[in-house]
C-alpha cells in the first residue's frame, strides 16, 4: 500500500495546533480602507477550523 499524499494547497491554508487546526481569515487582503479598524482587527484574530469541517480537512492533511 502506498503512503497517504498531504493536499498541498491544504498544508498551505491550514496549521496543526494541539487541540484544533488555525485557518486564516477571508476578506482581508484588499479593499481595506471601507472596512472599520474592529473589523479589521477581528480578522486577524486567530480563526479555527468548525467541528463539522474538521474531519474532511484532516483527511486533507493525512492525520486521520
Not at 477581528?42 to 467541528?51: A, F, K
Request: charged letters at 30%.
Amino acid at each position: 500500500m502506498p503512503k497517504m499524499k498531504t493536499n498541498r494547497g491544504a498544508a498551505k491554508r491550514f496549521k496543526v495546533k494541539k487541540n484544533a487546526v488555525k485557518r486564516g481569515s477571508a476578506f482581508k487582503s484588499h479593499i481595506l480602507t471601507k472596512k472599520s479598524p474592529k473589523r479589521k482587527a477581528r480578522l486577524n484574530s486567530p480563526q479555527y477550523v468548525h467541528d463539522t469541517n474538521l474531519d474532511s480537512v484532516k483527511s486533507l492533511l493525512c492525520m486521520s
